[in-house]
């Protein structure tokens, strides 16, 4: 059975925020963080599903209720380089208590849940089938430090988590450097990857996108963007150059770090943000 590699399982759960990529409607994607645990542990340590809770209205649910294809991204809170994605397919149970609620919330915050003076406890358990584990385990040499609480969300050093829509409808998401988009634009942002890579190939092909971005000082406060992405092809890295001192403690990004991509030819990609929405504030 596809599963998480046990080196990776320490990424299913506390501390880390899983960020779940749904499909809309409109064929859309939707992206939002999430508290999650391992569900099912293999005894070689892997892990075949994880499990997260999540209330009856929120626009995951919907998805997922029409659409149980979902995409979940993780960054390690202590090192952003190192990576998963999950893909997999998502069951809902319904949920009548706050059990499942207060025993992953003990795992992050050390007590019960304690927004439930928000609504009744009716929601949806949701255990997600690993299909597909996407690892990446990079060490980067030495970083800035880590930002002060309340900085910019849609500037380094916080990480992007992108959702894409492939051909088939099923969603992606990967992590990327990213920045406020030069040239004004509100809440646009921008960042650089590769000619070859999934989410370049998908927006290509459907420019819809949604990009969730936690604070790394203080994962609670979050942001979601939603909007279309406009794709330019260059020659070189130059922008990623210019973000690499905003990340590393580097002039420019160095030689050897192109893990077997060819960073000659490059795309800039510019999201157009038309809906923002922010949380935590």
Known sequence: MPSVPAEFADLCGAPHFAH??????DGSPQSSPVWFRPEQV????????????????????????????????????????????IVGTASLAARSDWDDVDEISRTYIGRDYPGKGEGGADGWGVTVDVERAVTLDFTP??????????????NPP????????????????????????????GDDIEFWTVPTTLKALHLRRNPLIAVSIHDEA???????LRGRARLTSVEGHQMLDEMTPLYWKLDKYPDGHDDGNDLSKGVEVRVETTHRVVYGE
């Open 20 to 25: 779940v990529v749904t499909v809309n409607r």
């Open 42 to 85: 293999n005894p070689d340590g892997s892990v075949e599903s994880v499990y997260f809770s999540t209330g009856k209205r929120f626009r995951k649910s919907l998805n997922m209720q029409r659409e149980p294809r979902v995409a979940i991204s993780v960054h390690d809170a202590a090192n952003p380089y190192r990576t998963l994605e």
């Open 141 to 154: 040499g030495d970083v800035l430090d880590p930002p002060e609480p309340g900085t910019d969300l849609l």
């Open 158 to 185: 916080h990480f992007a988590h992108i959702a894409t829509v492939s051909s088939t409808g099923q969603p992606r998401s990967s992590v990327v450097w990213h920045r406020r988009a030069r040239g004004g634009g």
């Open 218 to 224: 203080n994962p609670y406060r979050y942001t979601e």
